[in-house]
């Protein structure tokens, strides 16, 4: 068992247990029901992970598509969607892969948008998922898309000091932790960089030091606006910050999460 396979599925059940919570998914079964009259939809999750997301659509009844460039998250979201003949998930990279046509909701939750990993400039590979969506789309099909919004990024993101994240053991019995150095963000690129490690210890007694650097484009709400438009969307309505329940609203300068329902002309 190579280091790199203990890392990787060190980390996917480590993420699961920390990233569970459910007041996202909720928020999103509210909005398709309201938007959409309560029918049945064909569904296409992005970057589905561990199926935290694309399961609960397939238990609400929505015939669900999901697909992931981990395959070590994918193997718990096989076993998440084990018994539900409605739903199916693929190993595919959202920037560089095909998505298929026809759905009616394609879903970019969980803050796909800034958690990019690829090997082309970040900016682009954003725009690129926006249109990606939009191809996937049927005319008249809806993309429900969520992310971090940040009005004051250097605020946010020039922190240098050292931290630990990710704490925990998985079922091989390997401990460890992610930890961070801080980051520092350019006003002018708005890319923000930042660098770390994992540090792992296996069942065995093995030190596995990982190093760790990461780096993303910080978009403002306009950007996220015109992409849209670019790509042949029109916003029909927004939301913000996972309220109780879903009433439409603009999203406004005290908006830490943005959701936007836009329909394809």
Known sequence: MNREFIAKHWYASVYEQFENQTHDVNFLLKVLTEQTDNQPLNILEVACGGGRICVPLAKANHFVTGFDSDEHMLLRCYRQMSGLTNIRCYHADAVIAGWGVGYDVVVMAGNVLINIECEIDYKDAQKTLIKN?????????????????????????NRLN????????????????????????????????GTGHWELTTNSGEQIILPKRWYKHIPTQTQVYDWLSDAGFTIECTYQNYSADPVPEPIVEATNRAIIWARKL
């Not at 049927?138 to 990024?153: A, E, K, V, W």
């Not at 931290?163 to 923000?192: H, K, N, R, W």
């Open 133 to 157: 969506a939009a191809a996937a789309l049927r005319t008249g099909g809806h993309l429900y898309i969520d992310f971090d919004l940040q009005y004051d990024p250097a605020a946010r993101f």
């Open 162 to 193: 050292e931290s630990s994240s990710f704490i925990g053991t998985d079922d091989l019995g390997t401990t460890g932790q992610s930890v961070s150095y801080g980051s520092v963000y350019d006003p002018i690129t708005q890319i923000c960089t």
